[in-house]
Nanobody
Framework: EVQLVESGGGLVQAGGSLRLSCAAS????????IGWFRQAPGKEREGVSC????????YYADSVKGRFTISSDNAKKMVYLQMNSLKPEDTSVYYC???????????WGRGTQVTVSS
């Protein structure tokens, strides 16, 4: 079983930056794609970005392309989401997700709140 712990959320003004961190433990890190999802009040959870820890391939939602950057440190089992040029519509709880590349078993962190003020 994989455990995920997010950190780095907070309150920031529009145009500002935050870096979210996801610490993973358990499991074999290279066997998983690690992603960030977000959920705002009254809205469905949506995928933001993900990275394949094995080959480093990445995905970004159109809404964050050019502003957010995902990266990983495989040795530390850490995944980061650098968020720049933040907008009020980025306000959400951000969740770290690990999905096994073969079995598709998923694990979730508890989330970290990001609030962007206008």
């Amino acid at each position: 079983e994989v455990q995920l712990v997010e950190s780095g959320g907070g309150l920031v003004q529009a145009g500002g930056s935050l870096r979210l961190s996801c610490a993973a433990s358990g499991g074999i890190f290279d066997d998983y794609a690690i992603g960030w999802f977000r959920q705002a009040p009254g809205k469905e959870r949506e995928g933001v970005s993900c990275i394949s820890s094995g080959d480093g391939s990445t995905y970004y939602a159109d809404s964050v392309k050019g502003r957010f950057t995902i990266s990983s440190d495989n040795a530390k089992k850490m995944v980061y989401l650098q968020m720049n040029s933040l907008k009020p519509e980025d306000t959400s709880v951000y969740y770290c997700n690990a999905k096994h590349k073969i079995t598709t078993t998923q694990f979730w962190g508890r989330g970290t709140q990001v609030t962007v003020s206008s």
